[in-house]
């Protein structure tokens, strides 16, 4: 258990809205990721961190922006929520070529 | 470009049976290969990981063997448990990738006692 948790588990929200999910590491590790769970897709991979505000952008990052101003915490924020962003998020951090994965936020957006 | 193909499901199994999921993945170079496994309501927690040709990784009594020359990561067990019942993931971390994972889309596994 690489000690990872996101907050909040669960939310929903109106079109329109700015929305930003937290994802917080006790480990130190340096690399840090967000990724979207959809069926039918896996998971995609939204935005990721190599470092303290050293970030860039993964395969489906329209729409989302992150920010990474302390190693343990990594910040996604949607800055103006849509339903095609109604979808599971997972945090992950990555040490030796693994990666350990949060418990998810469940995000409506309606 | 790199890619996982995993067998669709669900998959639907009764207890004590044989599991088979199927991955096969494209890639250049050397990657290494994981399977991920998600429980209801939970994040993914990995499985086992295989770093080369020939590999056998295992843990839990499932195992895959890295197939260079198939491409392949299957992965097996020989009796499942109704505990068993999760979404499996196949994954590829390409090599010089800042760590990046490339997932399959998952396989449901339900198995009835």
């Known amino acids: 258990d690489a000690g990872i948790t996101q907050s909040p588990r669960h939310k929903v929200t109106e079109t329109g809205t700015p929305v930003t999910l937290r994802c917080h590491q006790t480990?130190?590790?340096?690399?840090m990721y967000w990724y979207r769970q959809d069926p039918g897709h896996g998971l995609r991979l939204i935005h990721y961190s190599y470092g303290v505000k050293d970030t860039d952008k993964g395969e489906v990052s329209d729409g989302y922006s992150v920010s990474r101003s302390k190693t343990e915490d990594f910040l996604l924020t949607l800055e103006s929520a849509t339903s095609s962003q109604t979808s599971v998020y997972f945090c992950?951090?990555?040490?030796?070529?693994?990666?350990?994965f949060g418990p998810g936020t469940r995000l409506t957006v309606t | 470009g790199n890619s996982v193909t995993q067998m669709e499901g669900p998959v639907t199994l009764s207890e004590e049976a044989f599991l088979t999921i199927n991955c096969t993945y494209t890639a250049t170079g050397y990657p290494s290969l994981f399977w991920y496994v998600q429980y209801p309501g939970e994040g993914l927690q990995l499985l086992l990981k295989?770093?080369?040709?020939?590999d056998k990784g295992s843990n839990k009594g499932f195992e895959a063997t890295y197939r260079k020359e198939t491409t392949s990561f299957h992965l097996e067990k020989g009796s499942v448990q109704v505990s068993d019942s999760a979404v499996y993931f196949c994954?590829?971390?390409?090599?010089?990738?800042?760590?990046?994972?490339?997932f399959g889309t998952g396989t449901l596994l339900a198995v009835q006692p």
């Open positions: 480990e130190n590790h340096r690399y």
């Open positions: 295989a770093t080369k040709a020939d």
């Open positions: 992950a951090t990555a040490q030796g070529g693994e990666q350990y």
């Open positions: 994954a590829l971390l390409r090599q010089g990738a800042t760590n990046k994972l490339i």
